[in-house]
C-alpha cells in the first residue's frame, strides 16, 4: 500500500479503491460531483458501485463523511442527497448524523422562496464509530445556577439560588459544550482555482472529530487538494483520487506547499 499512502492517484476513483484492502480506510471526507451543480471534466459518476466500493475499504468503526446538495429542476429539489443518504444505509452504514454545512456568504439567486445557504453532511459510520472529538464551544450561562422544576426555567446568580426554594432543582452550567449539528463557514475562500472548494475549516473539523493522529483518510473526489492537505497538517496519512488530471495537479501543488513531509 506505500504506493498509495500519500499520494494522489490520478484515475477513476472505483480503480482506486479496487487497490485498496478491505477495512483498511480510517475516515473518507469528500464531496461528490452531485447532480449538475458541479462541473467535472472527463467523468461520470456511478454512485452505488462508488458507495459499495466506500463500504468495503471502511474500517469496522470508520467513519464516511459524504457532503452533498440538491440540484432544482423544473422548480422542485431533486432529492439525489437523500436517496444517496438512504442508499447508504441500504448497503449496511448507519446514517450516525445529519448535519448541516451552512454557508455565511451564499449567493443570492431571488427564485421564489429563501435563499439556498447549506449542503447537507452525511455522518455515515459502519458500526459505532471508534473515534469522536467533537469540536467545544463556550457555554454562553458559564458558571451561573440553572433552576429547573414546576415548568420553569430560568437562570440565577449564586445568591439567588441560595434563596430558591426549587434548589435541588439547579445545576451549574459548564464553561464548555458541544458545538451543534449545523457548522457555519465561508464558501469559495480557498483560492486554489477549483470550481467547488471545500472551506479548509471544515475539513480540520471533521478529520479531528472522526479521527486519530496517523490515522488514513480518504477522499475519492480529491478536487484541489484540501482533504489532503488538512489530513498532512493534522498528522494523519491520506489517499486522494481524482479522474481530472488538472485537480491532481492543483491537489499536487497544494499539499508541496503545507512543507509536510510525506
Aim: hydrophobic share 35%; with cysteine.
Amino acid at each position: 500500500m506505500s504506493d498509495l499512502i500519500n499520494k494522489i492517484i490520478c484515475g477513476d476513483c472505483l480503480d482506486v479503491m479496487k487497490k485498496i484492502p478491505d477495512n483498511f480506510i480510517d475516515l473518507t471526507l469528500t464531496s461528490p460531483p452531485y447532480d449538475n451543480l458541479r462541473k467535472y471534466t472527463g467523468y461520470s459518476f456511478n454512485f452505488e458501485p462508488i458507495a459499495s466500493q466506500l463500504f468495503r475499504i471502511i474500517k469496522n468503526g470508520g467513519v464516511l463523511i459524504w457532503v452533498v446538495g440538491d440540484q432544482t429542476i423544473n422548480g422542485s429539489e431533486s432529492g439525489t442527497s437523500f436517496r444517496q443518504a438512504l442508499y447508504f444505509k441500504e448497503i449496511g452504514f448507519n446514517l450516525h448524523d445529519t448535519m448541516i454545512y451552512q454557508k455565511r456568504n451564499y449567493v443570492p439567486l431571488t427564485h421564489r422562496r429563501y435563499e439556498q445557504s447549506f449542503e447537507y453532511m452525511f455522518i455515515l459510520s459502519k458500526g459505532k464509530p471508534n473515534t469522536f472529538n467533537p469540536v467545544m464551544i463556550d457555554c454562553k450561562n458559564s458558571g451561573k445556577i440553572e433552576l429547573y422544576g414546576k415548568g420553569r426555567r430560568s437562570l440565577l446568580d449564586d445568591s439567588q439560588a441560595m434563596r430558591s426554594p426549587d434548589k435541588s432543582y439547579s445545576m451549574v452550567t459548564k464553561n464548555k459544550k458541544i458545538h451543534s449539528n449545523i457548522f457555519s463557514y465561508p464558501c469559495g475562500t480557498n483560492k486554489n482555482g477549483h470550481p467547488a472548494p471545500f472551506p479548509e475549516q471544515l475539513a480540520e473539523d471533521h478529520i479531528l472529530t472522526w479521527s486519530n493522529e496517523n490515522d488514513i483518510v480518504f477522499d475519492p473526489f480529491i478536487g484541489g487538494g484540501t482533504t489532503a492537505k488538512m489530513a498532512l497538517i493534522s498528522n494523519r496519512r491520506f489517499i486522494g483520487c481524482d479522474s481530472s488530471i488538472e485537480y491532481c495537479e492543483m491537489a499536487n501543488d497544494i499539499i508541496l506547499k503545507t512543507g509536510k513531509k510525506l
